[in-house]
């Protein structure tokens, strides 16, 4: 009820989006960006990125804005922080920040001396990277496909061994940290790994979305104080991810907006000034409409973005299904921004030389992390309607 | 237009003033006690479906009732009829909405005349149609459509030709919702055949007091099979130059005024019918009953909501009302939009094509059962869905076409060349 009817958007946030806005307009235009990732049409495994443009963006504090004031954060407000991501997805930028931000919320969530240490070296500018979707490509917080062995008897002198594989594990090689979550005996918990720690190896996927990379993350035997690893013991780790997802989904959805919104202002531009029989393509509604729908889907998912992300700072019990709703309708929205993007260019949007392809592959890549919209939907649909089969048990 | 200035600040003004608050407490409480029993008759599912001189009676003492009470009119000036509050009517129409109130039925006095008269007409003109408008006590229909021009608008043919000091109107109005029970019309016509646009000339012309001298309103039946809308000959109808609303020549721009306010991006929009959607049930139409409607109903055999195909369908709904309410709210914050006419002129496609979508996902719900009209007993719910499907084609039609909407927001706010 005290939800604030601005969504808790306050100046400090405006201020922070205009400047995040200009800077990446004149750092990382989209020219620049496909010279840096479309140099090469087999790229596909490699991490391309403006390493000098991060450092400064670390300095300007980006990685710190969602770490608490108490672990030497910004400690802003999630629609601060869906404002700022919103640009980095027009920019289509490609940086560890998303990553860093959705562990951010994650660690935020556990109640430990190592998550505190990882908060505070995030707000120093560490990039850290959730590691834990198993080979199937689970989205359910309790699967890994990673064990976690403690020796050397349990409390602050103990160590725990990690084995296993995480999967699809996001800017893997940006990361300087991951956060893997690992099956022990008394459940899931979460660990914080080192990217460079003995018995750790990043073996990077093949993607088609050139803006980011994404690896297996293998681990044998890696073996660590626990004072130091266990951000959330054993079985903390699926409450921890659960209460984070709300931000994760929000952020993830703000980027998806950010990018349409480019990919709709691309278009329209083009549709203003490519003429064909006698007139711009816009004039002819067949260009006109699917326009307008751009629009009306990007504004649709970016009123949900902001109601998830004020939900989870003021009204959390009704955050989890706010997010869901902002994830499938920006992961929607994303979709279907793309395929006009790219069939309102024509031939030329079908080439490697035009941008289109860029935010296309990134929104591709975005609609599925941590669900696409139709497993969103389910859960919504479990929640709102209830469980299949719940009916016929009442009656 | 220095007493408007309270009115456009309506809606950019978002932060509750004291004002506000202490209204709100008053809407509350008044509301609390004072919304009327149902009827023994079924009401309408909205006012443009008010189909006989009963529901009008009873719809039309619940406006007075809530006029007396402050709840309309909230924002106009006292002298005026109004309330002479400010940004009040938002207030009001969020208490009536959660109330569960009826609506009003002079739809088309608050939402399009009075607005239209209070942005253009004279002092007298002011004093004299605005009280009786939000009391009630007179009730407006919109002569804008006819056979050869909808949604070119510009193209009407009714002509007005001067005769001294008055006018002498001749034309054919059609799909006139209200024109059956109207006192005044709000009239879009010709004052010279020379220009399109600067040739439109607007004025209030008198109905009820006039069938039978150079009026005729004659019923059209709609593919529901109820009355509602009627098309409306004019034959040599005279009226008094102090019937004019605008200069001569002024019709479009006027007219403008009024679509603004019918598709819900006016600045006038907030003092139009609030309240509740007022049928026999709560949550009669769009999507936030369909999770009760699937648990209720049998489709092919088996509950409707547990079938997959559905929740998807529900929930894709779910999340467009929410969205809905959420751009509404964001609306308010320049902050958090890019163009100030790219939300408010989205508004009414937003609502039209989720009521539509939400009715026909209704439907989907009951089986076989949707193939029952509401007059055979076992139509689930009443039958009101395949009812509020094929009306939901007003929405989407009237007040500018869904088409005709989506030219003028690529147009407006994304520049694209103008499709004619
Ligand atoms: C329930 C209801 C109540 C109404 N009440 C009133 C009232 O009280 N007063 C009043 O004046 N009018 C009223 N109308 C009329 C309404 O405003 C018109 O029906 C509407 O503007 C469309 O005009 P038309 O019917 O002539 O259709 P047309 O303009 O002939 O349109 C036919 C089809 O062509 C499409 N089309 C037309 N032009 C274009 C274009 N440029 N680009 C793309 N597509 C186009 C339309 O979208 C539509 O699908 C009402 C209509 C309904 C359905």
Request: aromatic residues 6%.
């Amino acid at each position: 009820m005290n939800s604030p009817d601005d969504f808790g958007f306050e100046d400090d946030a405006a201020l922070l989006k205009r400047t995040a806005r200009r800077l990446l307009e004149t750092r990382a235009s989209t020219d620049a960006l496909h010279r840096l990732v479309a140099g090469r049409v087999d790229a596909t495994r490699e991490c391309l990125w403006d390493q000098a443009l991060w450092a400064e963006l670390v300095a300007l504090g980006w990685t710190a804005i969602a770490v608490p004031e108490s672990a030497d954060g910004f400690g802003m407000g999630l629609p601060a922080i869906c404002g700022l991501i919103e640009e980095v997805g027009r920019a289509a930028l490609p940086s560890p920040l998303v990553a860093t931000l959705c562990a951010t919320y994650v660690l935020r969530a556990c109640d430990s001396p190592a998550a505190e240490a990882l908060l505070r070296r995030v707000a120093e500018g560490a990039a850290v990277s959730l590691a834990g979707t198993d080979a199937r490509g689970s989205w359910e917080h309790e699967d890994t496909d990673v064990t976690a062995t403690s020796s050397g008897g349990a409390g602050s002198n103990g160590q725990v061994t990690l084995d296993g594989v995480a999967c699809y594990v996001q800017d893997a090689q940006k990361a300087e940290v991951f956060l893997v979550k690992a099956r022990a005996p008394a459940g899931v918990g979460l660990y914080v790994v080192d990217a460079r720690a003995p018995g750790v190896t990043v073996h990077p996927d093949a993607i088609l979305d050139l803006t980011r990379d994404q690896a297996r993350v293998e681990l044998r035997g890696v073996t660590l104080p626990a004072d130091a690893s266990v951000a959330a013991a054993p079985p903390d780790g699926p409450r921890a991810l659960r209460a984070a997802e709300p931000a994760m989904l929000a952020i993830l959805a703000a980027d998806m907006v950010g990018a349409a919104e480019w990919q709709l202002q691309t278009t329209a531009e083009y549709a203003r000034t490519r003429v064909q029989f006698d007139r711009p393509l816009g004039f002819f509604q067949a260009v006109k409409h699917p326009l307008v729908d751009m629009m009306m889907k990007i504004d649709e998912a970016r009123s949900l973005v902001y109601d998830a992300a004020c939900s989870f700072e003021h009204e959390p019990a009704h955050a989890e299904l706010r997010a869901r709703m902002a994830k499938s309708s920006a992961s929607d929205a994303a979709a279907y921004c793309s395929s006009r993007s790219v069939q309102l260019h024509g031939g030329i949007g079908f080439t490697w030389e035009c941008f289109v392809h860029l935010y296309f592959k990134r929104q591709k890549h975005n609609e599925v992390l941590l669900g696409d919209g139709a497993y969103q939907r389910a859960k919504l649909a479990d929640a709102l309607i209830g469980p299949i089969g719940g009916t016929r048990a009442c009656a | 237009m220095d007493g408007n200035t309270h009115l456009l600040e309506a809606s950019a003004d978002a932060g509750e003033s004291p004002e506000q608050a202490a209204f709100r407490a008053r809407c509350r409480a008044w509301l609390a006690t004072n919304i009327p029993a149902k009827p023994a008759f079924a009401l309408p599912l909205g006012p443009i479906e008010i189909s006989s001189a009963q529901q009008l009676e009873h719809l039309r003492a619940w406006q007075r009732a809530a006029y007396e009470a402050g709840l309309v009119g909230c924002d106009y000036p006292e002298a005026y009829g109004g309330g002479g509050r400010r940004s009040c009517q938002r207030v009001a129409n969020e208490e009536l909405q959660a109330a569960g109130a009826p609506f009003f039925p002079n739809i088309v006095g608050l939402g399009m005349a009075g607005p239209t008269i209070f942005h253009h007409g004279t002092e007298a003109q002011k004093r004299r149609y605005l009280p009786p408008l939000l009391s009630a006590a007179e009730i407006w229909c919109q002569g804008f459509s006819e056979p050869g021009a909808g949604s070119d608008l510009a193209g009407v043919q009714t002509f007005a030709r001067r005769d001294g000091a008055r006018w002498i109107i001749s034309g054919h109005k059609v799909w006139t919702s209200l024109a059956q029970f109207a006192d005044w019309m709000i009239l879009l016509c010709r004052t010279s055949r020379e220009h399109k646009y600067a040739g439109l000339s607007y004025f209030i012309i008198p109905i009820a007091s006039a069938i039978g001298r150079g009026v005729t309103v004659r019923p059209l039946i709609k593919m529901t099979g109820g009355t509602g809308f009627n098309e409306v000959l004019i034959d040599e109808l005279v009226v008094d130059d102090d019937m004019r609303l605008g200069e001569v020549g002024q019709g479009w721009a006027v007219a403008m005024t009024t679509l603004l306010h019918e598709r819900g991006a006016g600045t006038l929009a907030t003092p139009s019918a609030g309240g509740g959607i007022g049928g026999d049930e709560e949550d009669a139409l769009g999507a936030s009953g369909l999770p009760a409607l699937a648990r209720a109903s049998v489709r092919a055999g088996r509950p409707a909501a547990d079938d997959p195909v559905m929740r998807d369908k529900i929930v894709q709904l779910l999340i467009r009302e929410r969205a809905l309410q959420q751009t509404r709210r964001r609306a308010q914050h320049p902050a958090l939009c890019d163009h100030p006419q790219r939300l408010p002129l989205q508004h009414k496609l937003l609502i039209s094509e989720l009521l539509q979508d939400a009715a026909r996902v209704a439907c989907e719900l009951g089986g076989m059962a949707s193939t029952l009209h509401r007059a055979d007993p076992n139509a689930p719910a009443g039958g009101r869905w395949p009812l509020a499907y094929m009306n939901s084609y007003g929405f989407t039609i009237a007040a500018g076409t869904s088409e005709v909407q989506r030219n003028i927001l690529g147009e407006r706010v994304l520049g694209l060349a103008k499709s004619k």
